[in-house]
């Protein structure tokens, strides 16, 4: 296929350079994108005269029957071309003769794919938020039915203190919550028409840039063209959103598997999200959490490429940067991946309370409860912190928890301790006492939960 470029060249190059010069096979998913921006260009030519009003329909009408071929399946994209824009244009100008040369006037390839790209992330992010959303009101509504149920809070993978179920997955949704906050920004950044730029420098026809940009719905456009086709941190950041959502995947993977092994069991994934082994019948392996955790390494690289390529160019546009797009779809392509699996995965999670109770009774994490029982009766923090270690010690050496001790027992370490104690240091009492905001009773756990449905309501 003859190059639409030759004329400083032969336009004759070895096949080797054409496979690894070409780009189609990753940029013909913009294919949409790249006609869509055909049109409102061949829509602002035909506005500013510089092409004919017959023409410009012309354009217009043969650019969505492509689109339309392309949809129906009547037309393949042709993966020996160049790029998307290419097996665009010379299919257009096979369909129309001269006056589909007169589509790529006033514009170049460098403003093009930054325009595609822009495009097309501009709505994969949209669809991105949509499906946080839906992760985050499973993880809400979970949360929700269980904000009584007690567990064993965690610090240094060490129980801790007594806190609930729905209070830790709600942990989860306030990430979730500022993912989406993150890609609204991503989208504000995207939202900058680059069309017009050119090839660096602008152009000399009397062309109208906002009037195009209004067309594709975008809410600026670039205000240096040298800029406008060389700036690719909405990829970076794009990627950086990603890789943050990935991250808070990963960590909630990271604890589902803890949770479904047979020395947690305070949960079961569903048949439907699991695998089992090929050698050992027992095994209900949690492949699916783990495949998430794993492939949060893989957007991570993909945002280290990006970096990468873009940290040593020199303006305007180089051909390193058509390095980007294979980065950003697979980051996409990932994300939304994860995203779709996991909200069914956490739906139909079965909730082993009974399990997440005896944790917490035997790590003792009501021991600050009983220090600060200790306190109200007016010992000091320091004094009232040592007798619970000490009690905490020996409970350990007889094989009882705090609640086994009988109040005989509690007097011989200090005459403050009475019947009252056991009310104090009950899991319930623990739980229930932590009304502060954003703490683990029940109560301020549904404030959390009222508080995530009414973004996610308005997202």
Not at 145 to 150: G, V
């Amino acid at each position: 296929m003859a190059k639409m470029w030759t004329g400083r060249t032969s336009g004759v190059t070895e096949k080797i350079a054409d496979d690894f010069n070409s780009s189609i096979k990753f940029d013909s998913r913009m294919y949409k994108q790249d006609i869509l921006g055909s049109m409102a260009h061949a829509s602002m030519l035909g506005y500013k005269n510089i092409i004919t009003k017959d023409e410009a329909d012309t354009l217009i009408g043969g650019l969505e029957d492509i689109l339309n071929d392309i949809e129906s399946g009547k037309l393949a994209i042709d993966m020996t071309a160049e790029d998307i824009h290419m097996f665009v244009e010379q299919e257009l100008t096979a369909r129309l003769g001269a006056v589909g040369k007169k589509l790529h006037t006033a514009r170049s390839r460098n403003d093009q794919v930054a325009l595609d790209t822009r495009m097309y992330l501009k709505e994969v992010a949209k669809s991105i938020i949509q499906k946080i959303t839906n992760l985050a009101v499973a993880i809400t509504v979970k949360a929700e039915e269980h904000k009584s149920t007690i567990m064993p809070g965690y610090t240094h993978l060490q129980r801790a203190q007594p806190i609930t179920f729905g209070h830790h997955l709600m942990a989860y949704a306030m990430m979730f919550l500022r993912d989406i906050d993150r890609f609204k920004d991503v989208i504000r950044r995207i939202d900058v028409c680059p069309i017009g730029s050119c090839a660096l420098a602008g152009t000399t026809y009397d062309t109208d840039r906002r009037f195009e940009a209004q067309k594709l719905g975008f809410s600026s456009i670039a205000l240096n063209s040298i800029d406008g086709v060389s700036d690719r941190d909405f990829c970076v950041e794009f990627a950086s959103a990603s890789a943050l959502t990935m991250m808070h995947l990963s960590r909630l993977s990271e604890e589902i598997i803890l949770w479904t092994s047979w020395e947690f069991k305070f949960v079961e994934l569903s048949d439907a999200f699991t695998t089992g082994s090929s050698i050992m019948p027992q095994k209900k392996n949690s492949d699916m959490a783990e495949l998430v955790r794993g492939k949060t390494g893989r957007v991570y690289g993909d945002l280290m490429a990006l970096l990468t390529m873009l940290k040593g160019l020199p303006l305007a546009y180089n051909k390193d940067m058509q390095e980007d797009k294979e980065n950003v779809f697979d980051c996409a392509d990932t994300l939304i991946m994860c995203l779709d699996v996991f909200a069914p995965m956490v739906d139909g999670m079965t909730v082993y309370k009974d399990n997440m109770k005896i944790a917490a009774q035997k790590g003792f994490i009501n021991a600050t409860d009983l220090a600060d029982y200790l306190v109200k009766k007016g010992l000091p923090f320091r004094s009232a912190y040592k007798i619970s270690g000490g009690i905490v010690a020996d409970c350990i050496a007889k094989g009882k928890v705090l609640e086994d001790l009988t109040i005989e027992e509690y007097k011989g370490y200090s005459d403050l301790f009475d019947e009252d104690v056991y009310a104090e240091i009950s899991l319930e009492t623990c739980v229930s006492k932590r009304t502060s905001e954003g703490g683990t009773s029940p109560e301020s756990v549904q404030a959390q939960v009222d508080y995530v449905k009414g973004i996610l309501e308005n997202v």
